[in-house]
Nanobody, 124 residues
Framework: QVQLVESGGGLVQAGGSLRVSCAAS????????MGWFRQAPGKEREFVAG????????RYAYSVKGRFTISRDNAKNTLYLQMNSLKPEDTAIYYC?????????????????WGQGTQVTVSS
C-alpha cells in the first residue's frame, strides 16, 4: 500500500500564491508517475497536473497552464504543486495521486492511489 498525505492548502486571495505538498510513504514502485486532481463542490474530479518519475514528462490542464508548476523530489518521496495567480475558480479539494506506471495519465481511473485531499480556497 502507498500512503499519500497532502499539506499546504488554505485560504488565499485572488492573484495570490500557494504551494501544496504530498508526502508518499509505504510500498512505492521503482518508477511511478504522480499528479494532482481537484474537485470543486458540485463538479466532477478533474486532472490538474502530472509528472513522470524523472520529471521529463509533465502535463497540465489547460485551465492551469502557465500558472501552476508541478515538481517532485524523489529522494524525499514528495510531490509539489506551486500555484500562482490563483483565481476563485481554482477553489477545490486538491488530491495527490500515484500511478503504478511511469506514464502521466489524465483520467482518475488511471491512478492507483489517492490522498485524502487538501482544501484550497481562493477568495475574490
Amino acid at each position: 500500500q502507498v500512503q499519500l498525505v497532502e499539506s499546504g492548502g488554505g485560504l488565499v486571495q485572488a492573484g495570490g500564491s500557494l504551494r501544496v505538498s504530498c508526502a508518499a510513504s509505504g510500498r512505492t514502485f521503482n518508477r511511478y508517475a504522480m499528479g494532482w486532481f481537484r474537485q470543486a463542490p458540485g463538479k466532477e474530479r478533474e486532472f490538474v497536473a502530472g509528472i513522470s518519475w524523472s520529471g521529463g514528462s509533465v502535463r497540465y490542464a489547460y485551465s492551469v497552464k502557465g500558472r501552476f508548476t508541478i515538481s517532485r523530489d524523489n529522494a524525499k518521496n514528495t510531490l509539489y504543486l506551486q500555484m500562482n495567480s490563483l483565481k476563485p475558480e481554482d477553489t477545490a479539494i486538491y488530491y495527490c495521486v500515484v500511478r503504478s506506471l511511469d506514464y502521466v495519465g489524465v483520467r482518475p481511473d488511471e491512478y492507483d492511489y489517492w490522498g485524502q485531499g487538501t482544501q484550497v480556497t481562493v477568495s475574490s
